[in-house]
């Protein structure tokens, strides 16, 4: 079965820089490719995903990067404020499944 | 607001105790899922639900039981629970649970099993 391992495990940052979170997977038919972020007390939310059949993605602050060949992709954020701070977890799903496969999760400190 | 509602946020109990987490969504989603999460691993799919008397195995199913008598309603059972179930469960929900979806989670419920 699919198999994703998350790249580091904590991340400190100062605020204003740059953050990379990489996760690579196992299964090469997986396609889809979600990023959650969970804050402290709630459930992950959903904050960008990424298709099979793309690259790249960009929204504002946060993009992810998708490179099938090597099985890997990898959550971006730009600009980083205090409230990035969290836990971020990726994921991947195969196409004949609908069970999501998570990584094991990226504990974020923006520090001020 | 569309949200997933679970219950209790917290529970602490006994071995052997059966216990029910409930899980209601309000969003008329179709697919419904419990994932318990462990520091180091993620978050794990325990059993998951396509529609209304539709449930499947998700990785680690053992121990647990659920029933989707109702579309909003998909409620976790612990028959008799045992320490190695303490964990931070979320519920979560989706469209149509086809795959290429968003998921919506619950705000998840921390089980002490003593």
């Known amino acids: 079965g699919e198999n994703v391992e998350q790249h580091p495990s904590t991340l400190s940052v100062q605020e204003g820089d740059s953050a990379v979170i990489k996760c690579t997977y196992s299964d090469s038919a997986s396609n889809y490719f979600p990023w959650y972020k969970q804050e402290l007390g709630k459930g992950p939310q959903l904050i960008i995903d990424?298709?099979?059949?793309?690259g790249e993605k960009k929204d504002q602050r946060i993009a992810v990067t998708l490179n099938k060949t090597a099985k890997h992709f990898s959550l971006h954020i730009t600009e980083t404020q205090p409230e990035d701070s969290a836990v971020y977890f990726c994921a991947a799903l195969h196409p004949w499944g609908q069970n999501f496969v998570f990584g094991p999760g990226t504990r974020l400190s923006v520090l001020p | 607001e569309a949200q997933v509602t679970q219950n209790p946020r917290y529970l602490i109990t006994v071995t052997g105790k059966k216990l029910t987490v409930t899980c209601s969504q309000n969003?008329?989603?179709?697919?419904m899922s419990w994932y318990r999460q462990d520091p180091g691993l993620g978050l794990r799919q325990i059993y998951y639900?396509?529609?209304?008397?539709?449930?499947d195995k998700g990785d680690v199913p053992e121990g647990y039981k659920v029933s989707r008598k109702e579309k909003r309603n998909f409620p976790l059972i612990l028959e008799s629970p045992s320490p190695n179930q303490t964990s931070l469960y979320f519920c979560?929900?989706?469209?149509?649970?086809?795959?290429?979806?968003?998921?919506?989670f619950g705000s998840g419920t921390q089980l002490s099993v003593l």
């Open positions: 979560a929900s989706s469209l149509s649970g086809t795959g290429v979806e968003k998921l919506f």
């Open positions: 990424i298709r099979s059949n793309v």
């Open positions: 969003m008329n989603h179709e697919y």
């Open positions: 639900s396509m529609n209304v008397e539709v449930t």
